[in-house]
């Protein structure tokens, strides 16, 4: 059974970092691609970045460009999202998802490039 856990979220001052830290078991994780996606309240859940499973490529949306960047350790099943400088912009849920053997191009941003989901974890950052 595929499990994909997000932690890490809180609460933080505008300016101030936060990392995020998504586990995934039950897959080959040295083949899976992460993807981080995030929903503020009232609106539609958002790509934020796709992290492919070879290192190869980094996708970022433009408003996190020079302010987030993802790292993996695989030994622990592990991807994390640094981010820095957070404003109250930045405030939503955060979810991450798996996808085994996606290369990140294309639609990286959408949705339905992705197979399996975690319940996502709650950043607030307060002005």
């Known amino acids: 059974q595929v499990q994909v856990v997000e932690s890490g979220g809180g609460t933080v001052e505008t300016g101030g970092p936060l990392r995020l830290s998504c586990t995934v078991s039950g897959l080959t994780f040295d083949y899976v691609s992460v993807g981080w996606f995030r929903q503020a309240s009232g609106k539609e859940r958002e790509g934020v970045l796709c992290?492919?499973?070879?290192?190869?490529?980094?996708n970022y949306v433009d408003f996190v460009k020079g302010r987030f960047t993802s790292s993996r350790d695989n030994a622990k099943n592990t991807v994390y999202l640094q981010m820095n400088d957070l404003t109250p912009e930045d405030t939503a849920m955060y979810f991450c998802?798996?996808?085994?053997?996606?290369?990140?191009?294309?639609?990286?941003?959408?949705?339905?490039?992705?197979?399996?989901w975690g319940q996502g974890t709650q950043v607030t950052v307060s002005s």
């Open positions: 998802a798996a996808a085994p053997y996606y290369n990140c191009k294309g639609s990286w941003w959408s949705r339905r490039e992705y197979t399996y």
């Open positions: 992290a492919a499973w070879n290192g190869d490529l980094t």
